[in-house]
């Protein structure tokens, strides 16, 4: 980590693409704002005249304001899929309100006596819109599109979840890879680009009130062009398409492997975990990352395509304990290690079919699985200290938090406190860093990959031999972090391409070779 | 010019204005006076169409306004108000020019017009390219007039005009309104609660209550006539004020004391000055008596003392 890149020599070798996402940025934030201005005014000033639709309206827009942003993507996906279409949407959806509030409000303001003495000079009604609502009310209503723009440019970094490309590829996928330079390279030009349009848009309404007559013309002008930004990404065209995480896309044992190693071919684009399962199922997709163990893999009737060139290191979980709290609390150990050889493969792929899939909670899942194994014990009284246990968001390591929390409740006079759901790699383990968490469960290949980065000749070196990596992680966690990895639990959560089965099977590819073959040929 | 035909005017279960008719000649200036909530107002909004009349006919020109698109009734009548309505984001010439611009006028008519009344509005040119906002109230309120009178429209509608200016403007432009060129020949409705406003602007006062007109007539009639208690005691608080506005150094010329010379230099003619305007100049020339010319060029004097006992003699005439 001492000859890591600075973020300049960062920036400078993406530039390309910092500047492509910078675009794609634009333009889903301007064409999205383009849609509600074109529907936002027009339905401001409808209510303006219409009081009694006033409320009805302003409340349905209020509600889409307050969902959060990711679940209202999530709701997108059955809907209308991945990709722009849906990112675009929702971005429209959030910039309704105060497109539609702020002409309903400057609707509003216009003085009475000044419509009034309009009508009375024998103006239409069409023209008093034209002349005099519209001109006087338009600082305001530009107030309200600038709230739009800035909120847009925030909420288009989460389009990157859905394949819809933009900043929040690098800042999601920074994330993920606990690469901070990454992050910056996408957050900051996000940061610039929302400062810039606020203030851009701030000195359009602080113009003089004649010259708002002219800016009324130059915004949609300046919407349009900058919507035109966003080239629509070109996986609409594709006749296989890969979906693949921000993870993924940035590592070596992913997508920069399959492509070196299997010379696969494939068009690509970034999306989250939460969709992508439910995105190739409904083909929306055709071949996405996953992990092995993942229960969704059943839900959905996927089939992993046999890695035969071994790109994928082992990814064998197990807790990693701050090195004091093991010294402090020496039966911790033997608690922890109880789970050990005790979770294989399939085990762990139906305990996560159950909670991911069946929407069981993973305290009850964990807790059947404890007992049938006998390993559940009535929790003890707790008054020694607490023990905090972290997780990542998503379901396994819930479940194995659980697990570890109910064996140091049965098995010791600790206290449990549990903070599941810390995001990514970079998040969980920066908070056993900085003591805010005890300990979490982790992976072999994540420690090696994401945390040490260890070099090139050290990857080959341990290859896809499952102990020679543990072995490594471990002295070296030990070594640099002070922090301990317990035995592993047995199983191998290894990254995995997957395909629906029916089409792996009618296409006859069992293997990523067969894939690349498949795509290459055609 | 203007005829309302038995007007009715419903808010609901409310009625505003109650089944009134009055004429208004060609040149004519009308008051409508009365305190708020009178239906002055409506009556007054009714004529350009503002508020629609819930029964009874209005003619303007001898046409049912229900007959003429509502926006060529508007822009053929002036439409001046309390608050001058002037559009903020206007210049003074883009103001004045909205309705010449409605009816279509080549653009150098309008500008022409625009100095034309600039000029008799008595304000210069160097104003037309301000916002409203610059000008002060009363010049606001001038362009206010002039706009309403842009296209040079036969009648103007006036409602509370000078309500919004404070007490001292206000009684200035109301003189300055009465001498205007602009407004010799128009038909004027105007509404006002201003007694004072109403005597000096006004050929003929309706006064209204309660949807109703109570009387209507010259000042002079409401004031030495009233036809109802209420009608005296509507002018009672200012009764001397208006009566010694009412009455011009004419009606009193024969009760004044012959004068041999013209001994000072306060001299004027009999038909120009009020009562009030005489005492008015007494006081502000420090003088003990004016001397007063009639049209065969007699000369008396009037003093504090015979300005009073010409007016008691008038009002004992009346009511004889």
């Given at each position: 980590?001492?000859?890591?890149?600075?973020?300049?020599?960062?920036?400078?070798?993406?530039?390309?693409?910092?500047?492509?996402?910078?675009?794609?940025?634009?333009?889903?934030?301007?064409?999205?704002?383009?849609?509600?201005?074109?529907?936002?005014?027009?339905?401001?000033?409808?209510?303006?005249?219409?009081?009694?639709?006033?409320?009805?309206?302003?409340?349905?827009?209020?509600?889409?304001?307050?969902?959060?942003?990711?679940?209202?993507?999530?709701?997108?996906?059955?809907?209308?899929?991945?990709?722009?279409?849906?990112?675009?949407?929702?971005?429209?959806?959030?910039?309704?309100?105060?497109?539609?509030?702020?002409?309903?409000?400057?609707?509003?303001?216009v003085d009475p006596i000044v419509l009034e003495s309009a009508r009375g000079m024998g103006m239409t009604a069409g023209q008093i819109l034209r002349k005099v609502k519209l001109p006087l009310s338009m600082p305001v209503i530009l107030a309200g599109i600038r709230t739009a723009t800035v909120i847009n440019v925030g909420v288009a970094t989460l389009a990157s979840y859905?394949?819809?490309?933009?900043?929040?590829?690098?800042?999601?996928?920074?994330?993920?890879?606990?690469?901070?330079?990454?992050?910056?390279?996408?957050?900051?030009?996000?940061?610039?680009?929302?400062?810039?349009?606020?203030?851009?848009?701030?000195?359009?309404?602080?113009?003089?009130?004649?010259?708002?007559?002219?800016?009324?013309?130059?915004?949609?002008?300046?919407?349009?062009?900058?919507?035109?930004?966003?080239?629509?990404?070109?996986?609409?065209?594709?006749?296989?398409?890969?979906?693949?995480?921000?993870?993924?896309?940035?590592?070596?044992?992913?997508?920069?492997?399959?492509?070196?190693?299997?010379?696969?071919?494939?068009?690509?684009?970034?999306?989250?975990?939460?969709?992508?399962?439910?995105?190739?199922?409904?083909?929306?997709?055709?071949?996405?990352?996953?992990?092995?163990?993942?229960?969704?893999?059943?839900?959905?009737?996927?089939?992993?395509?046999?890695?035969?060139?071994?790109?994928?290191?082992?990814?064998?979980?197990?807790?990693?304990?701050?090195?004091?709290?093991?010294?402090?609390?020496?039966?911790?150990?033997?608690?922890?290690?109880?789970?050990?050889?005790?979770?294989?493969?399939?085990?762990?792929?139906?305990?996560?079919?159950?909670?991911?899939?069946?929407?069981?909670?993973?305290?009850?899942?964990?807790?059947?699985?404890?007992?049938?194994?006998?390993?559940?014990?009535?929790?003890?009284?707790?008054?020694?200290?607490?023990?905090?246990?972290?997780?990542?968001?998503?379901?396994?390591?819930?479940?194995?938090?659980?697990?570890?929390?109910?064996?140091?409740?049965?098995?010791?006079?600790?206290?449990?406190?549990?903070?599941?759901?810390?995001?990514?790699?970079?998040?969980?383990?920066?908070?056993?860093?900085?003591?805010?968490?005890?300990?979490?469960?982790?992976?072999?290949?994540?420690?090696?990959?994401?945390?040490?980065?260890?070099?090139?000749?050290?990857?080959?070196?341990?290859?896809?031999?499952?102990?020679?990596?543990?072995?490594?992680?471990?002295?070296?966690?030990?070594?640099?972090?002070?922090?301990?990895?317990?035995?592993?639990?047995?199983?191998?959560?290894?990254?995995?391409?997957?395909?629906?089965?029916?089409?792996?099977?009618?296409?006859?590819?069992?293997?990523?070779?067969?894939?690349?073959?498949?795509?290459?040929?055609? | 010019?203007?005829?309302?035909?038995?007007?009715?005017?419903?808010?609901?279960?409310?009625?505003?204005?109650?089944?009134?008719?009055?004429?208004?000649?060609?040149?004519?200036?009308?008051?409508?006076?009365?305190?708020?909530?009178?239906?002055?107002?409506?009556?007054?909004?009714?004529?350009?169409?503002?508020?629609?009349?819930?029964?009874?006919?209005?003619?303007?020109?001898?046409?049912?306004?229900?007959?003429?698109?509502?926006?060529?009734?508007?822009?053929?009548?002036?439409?001046?108000?309390?608050?001058?309505?002037?559009?903020?984001?206007?210049?003074?010439?883009?103001?004045?020019?909205?309705?010449?611009?409605?009816?279509?006028?080549?653009?150098?008519?309008?500008?022409?017009?625009?100095?034309?009344?600039?000029?008799?509005?008595?304000?210069?040119?160097?104003?037309?390219?301000?916002?409203?906002?610059?000008?002060?109230?009363?010049?606001?309120?001038?362009?206010?007039?002039?706009?309403?009178?842009?296209?040079?429209?036969?009648?103007?509608?006036?409602?509370?005009?000078?309500?919004?200016?404070?007490?001292?403007?206000?009684?200035?432009?109301?003189?300055?309104?009465?001498?205007?060129?602009?407004?010799?020949?128009?038909?004027?409705?105007?509404?006002?609660?201003?007694?004072?406003?109403?005597?000096?602007?006004?050929?003929?006062?309706?006064?209204?209550?309660?949807?109703?007109?109570?009387?209507?007539?010259?000042?002079?009639?409401?004031?030495?006539?009233?036809?109802?208690?209420?009608?005296?005691?509507?002018?009672?608080?200012?009764?001397?004020?208006?009566?010694?506005?009412?009455?011009?150094?004419?009606?009193?010329?024969?009760?004044?004391?012959?004068?041999?010379?013209?001994?000072?230099?306060?001299?004027?003619?009999?038909?120009?000055?009020?009562?009030?305007?005489?005492?008015?100049?007494?006081?502000?020339?420090?003088?003990?008596?004016?001397?007063?010319?009639?049209?065969?060029?007699?000369?008396?004097?009037?003093?504090?003392?015979?300005?009073?006992?010409?007016?008691?003699?008038?009002?004992?005439?009346?009511?004889?």
């Amino acid at each position: 980590m001492n000859d890591a890149p600075t973020l300049f020599d960062f920036m400078k070798e993406q530039s390309g693409k910092i500047f492509d996402q910078l675009l794609q940025h634009i333009g889903l934030t301007f064409i999205s704002l383009l849609f509600a201005v074109i529907i936002g005014v027009p339905l401001g000033i409808y209510i303006s005249r219409k009081r009694k639709l006033a409320a009805p309206v302003l409340g349905i827009t209020n509600v889409l304001q307050t969902i959060p942003s990711i679940a209202l993507l999530g709701f997108m996906i059955p809907l209308l899929g991945i990709g722009p279409v849906p990112a675009i949407v929702a971005l429209f959806l959030y910039a309704l309100l105060p497109i539609v509030r702020n002409t309903y409000t400057g609707m509003n303001e216009v003085d009475p006596i000044v419509l009034e003495s309009a009508r009375g000079m024998g103006m239409t009604a069409g023209q008093i819109l034209r002349k005099v609502k519209l001109p006087l009310s338009m600082p305001v209503i530009l107030a309200g599109i600038r709230t739009a723009t800035v909120i847009n440019v925030g909420v288009a970094t989460l389009a990157s979840y859905i394949g819809a490309g933009g900043l929040g590829e690098f800042i999601f996928g920074g994330i993920a890879l606990n690469n901070t330079n990454m992050i910056l390279a996408g957050a900051i030009p996000a940061a610039l680009l929302a400062i810039f349009f606020d203030f851009i848009l701030s000195r359009l309404q602080k113009l003089n009130i004649r010259k708002v007559r002219v800016s009324f013309w130059l915004i949609p002008v300046c919407i349009v062009v900058l919507s035109s930004f966003y080239i629509l990404p070109d996986f609409y065209r594709s006749k296989m398409l890969a979906g693949f995480t921000p993870e993924f896309m940035g590592r070596e044992d992913g997508y920069l492997g399959l492509k070196k190693v299997y010379k696969l071919n494939i068009r690509t684009v970034v999306i989250s975990d939460a969709v992508m399962y439910k995105a190739v199922y409904e083909k929306k997709l055709d071949v996405i990352d996953g992990y092995s163990t993942d229960g969704r893999l059943k839900a959905f009737d996927l089939k992993i395509l046999k890695d035969d060139k071994g790109i994928f290191p082992p990814y064998y979980a197990a807790p990693l304990v701050r090195s004091e709290i093991l010294a402090k609390y020496p039966e911790l150990k033997s608690v922890l290690n109880q789970l050990s050889g005790k979770i294989n493969d399939s085990v762990m792929t139906e305990l996560n079919y159950q909670v991911d899939y069946l929407k069981q909670s993973p305290e009850k899942v964990a807790k059947q699985f404890l007992m049938e194994r006998s390993l559940y014990k009535n929790p003890l009284i707790a008054d020694e200290g607490t023990i905090r246990i972290g997780s990542k968001i998503f379901g396994e390591q819930y479940i194995l938090a659980a697990m570890y929390s109910m064996l140091i409740r049965g098995n010791t006079h600790l206290k449990v406190e549990t903070k599941t759901g810390l995001g990514g790699t970079k998040i969980c383990f920066d908070a056993l860093i900085n003591q805010q968490i005890d300990m979490y469960p982790e992976y072999t290949g994540t420690g090696l990959l994401v945390i040490l980065q260890a070099p090139g000749s050290v990857i080959t070196k341990l290859g896809s031999n499952s102990e020679k990596v543990y072995s490594y992680v471990q002295s070296e966690f030990l070594k640099k972090y002070n922090l301990e990895w317990l035995k592993p639990i047995g199983f191998n959560n290894t990254y995995a391409l997957m395909m629906r089965r029916k089409q792996a099977d009618e296409k006859d590819i069992q293997r990523i070779s067969d894939l690349a073959n498949y795509l290459n040929n055609k | 010019m203007i005829s309302l035909q038995h007007v009715t005017k419903k808010f609901g279960s409310y009625t505003a204005v109650d089944n009134i008719s009055f004429e208004v000649a060609e040149g004519e200036t009308v008051v409508l006076l009365g305190t708020s909530g009178c239906g002055k107002t409506t009556t007054l909004r009714m004529i350009n169409r503002l508020i629609d009349s819930s029964s009874g006919n209005i003619l303007v020109r001898g046409k049912n306004i229900k007959d003429v698109p509502v926006e060529n009734l508007r822009r053929n009548i002036g439409y001046v108000l309390q608050h001058n309505g002037l559009f903020p984001h206007y210049t003074i010439s883009e103001n004045i020019a909205i309705v010449p611009q409605l009816l279509k006028w080549p653009q150098q008519k309008i500008t022409s017009r625009i100095s034309e009344l600039l000029d008799k509005v008595h304000l210069p040119e160097n104003i037309l390219s301000l916002f409203p906002e610059q000008l002060s109230g009363g010049q606001q309120q001038r362009i206010g007039l002039a706009r309403a009178l842009a296209a040079d429209p036969p009648i103007l509608l006036m409602d509370e005009p000078f309500g919004a200016l404070d007490a001292i403007t206000r009684k200035k432009i109301t003189k300055e309104f009465s001498g205007l060129d602009l407004l010799k020949n128009k038909t004027i409705v105007l509404v006002t609660h201003d007694i004072r406003e109403a005597f000096e602007l006004g050929d003929r006062i309706l006064l209204m209550d309660k949807g109703q007109i109570v009387q209507q007539g010259k000042p002079v009639e409401l004031l030495f006539h009233p036809a109802s208690d209420f009608v005296s005691e509507f002018f009672s608080n200012q009764e001397m004020e208006l009566q010694l506005n009412a009455v011009f150094l004419k009606d009193i010329f024969k009760h004044l004391q012959y004068s041999t010379t013209d001994e000072n230099n306060l001299t004027f003619t009999e038909d120009t000055l009020s009562l009030w305007d005489a005492l008015e100049l007494l006081q502000s020339e420090k003088q003990k008596y004016l001397s007063i010319k009639n049209a065969v060029g007699e000369i008396r004097h009037a003093g504090y003392d015979s300005l009073f006992t010409g007016l008691e003699a008038i009002k004992r005439q009346s009511h004889e």
